[in-house]
């Protein structure tokens, strides 16, 4: 089948690889234009830009979908089907009955539920034991077409939204591959989503990933995890931005006037411990404002927090 892939971060480059081996005929490549990145703010091409270059495929990298080259282009390029996998640009309803089998995306959760741009971030702020991809056609809803293919994985104890977006990444790339296989062969048959069990996932932004240390252990857990690496969780300490890696939580049989209250923090021998409501964490790495990553013990023994300090939230 000659496609149209439709892709933008790391998390869609196995998909586009996959079909690059796939018995498909990748006749081109749309994805989000150059941004800025790194500490010098230099203009970068998209991962999949990357490799699609490196591969020999045309690239086009419109700021809108519904600039008049792109439909000009795909007429040429005449695509049977056009997959995609975190764009980040709206198709607009005349691009998506122009393949025959339509826009087939892959997304990555068990949909109906966490419609929108961050489904594995919330799957692991919510604390759920299993989460999944589906593929499915496009339609001018959010998330809202009828599901093609779908695969579950669990979601292991310690998971951040980067391990676990690597390994549907993955996975996905295979769901994504079989659903095209399907569908020129004639096997597949869309099922719609059902009307209950919908929920949503918008993009977590900076002040939705700050730590409250005054929620349970298991909340301030899961939204660390969650929002690592991306938006980065944080937390504020003498009136700078702190940002907080992987915590562990930990269960203290210590005396009533030893434990630690909400944002307390705590520096022993060989570890670092923050207060939060009915228990206490374990701090991994830290990051201060305009320095590298480091070892909490030893951002603890260079700023020395007092007895009783705590961080703010």
Same mark, same amino acid.
């Given at each position: ?6 892709? &933008? ?5 196995? *998909?586009?690889?996959? #079909?690059?081996?796939?018995? /498909?005929?990748? %006749? !081109?490549? +749309? ?122 994985? &669990? ?5 951040? *939204?980067?391990?676990? #977006?690597?390994?549907?990444? /993955?996975?996905? %790339? !295979?769901? +994504? ?137």
């Amino acid at each position: 089948m000659r496609v149209v892939f439709a892709g &933008t971060p790391e998390a869609a480059v196995p *998909s586009l690889r996959a #079909l690059l081996t796939s018995r /498909h005929d990748v %006749a !081109g490549v +749309l994805t989000r234009a150059d941004a800025r990145a790194g500490r010098g703010r230099s203009l970068r091409p998209s991962p999949v830009r990357e490799v699609a270059e490196q591969a020999g495929i045309p690239v086009l990298t419109p700021g809108s979908l519904r600039d008049p080259e792109v439909a000009a282009r795909l007429a040429d390029w005449a695509p049977e089907a056009c997959p995609v996998v975190a764009y980040g640009l709206f198709v607009p309803p005349d691009l998506l009955t122009q393949p025959r089998h339509g826009w087939v995306n892959l997304h990555f959760s068990l949909l109906p539920a966490y419609r929108g741009a961050a489904p594995v971030q919330h799957a692991l702020r919510s604390g759920d034991d299993v989460t999944g991809a589906v593929t499915f056609r496009l339609e001018e809803g959010m998330d809202s077409g009828p599901v093609l293919g779908r695969l579950t994985e &669990t979601v292991r104890p310690r998971d951040t *939204s980067g391990d676990l #977006l690597e390994r549907l990444a /993955h996975a996905g %790339a !295979g769901l +994504l591959v079989a659903t095209l296989d399907a569908l020129e062969d004639g096997v597949v048959t869309a099922e719609p989503q059902p009307t209950s069990g919908v929920s949503h996932a918008p993009k977590l932004e900076v002040a939705d990933a700050r730590v409250r240390w005054s929620e349970p252990t298991l909340a301030v857990d899961r939204l660390v995890r969650a929002c690592t690496p991306a938006p980065g969780a944080w937390t504020s300490f003498r009136g700078d931005r702190l940002k907080i890696g992987p915590v562990q939580p930990v269960t203290t049989d210590a005396a009533p006037e030893q434990v630690l209250s909400p944002g307390e923090i705590r520096v022993g021998r060989s570890e670092v411990l923050v207060g939060t409501a009915g228990g206490a964490v374990r701090l991994g790495q830290v990051q201060a404002q305009g320095k590298r990553a480091m070892d909490a013990l030893d951002w603890a023994r260079g700023t020395r927090p007092a007895p009783g300090e705590r961080f703010d939230g």
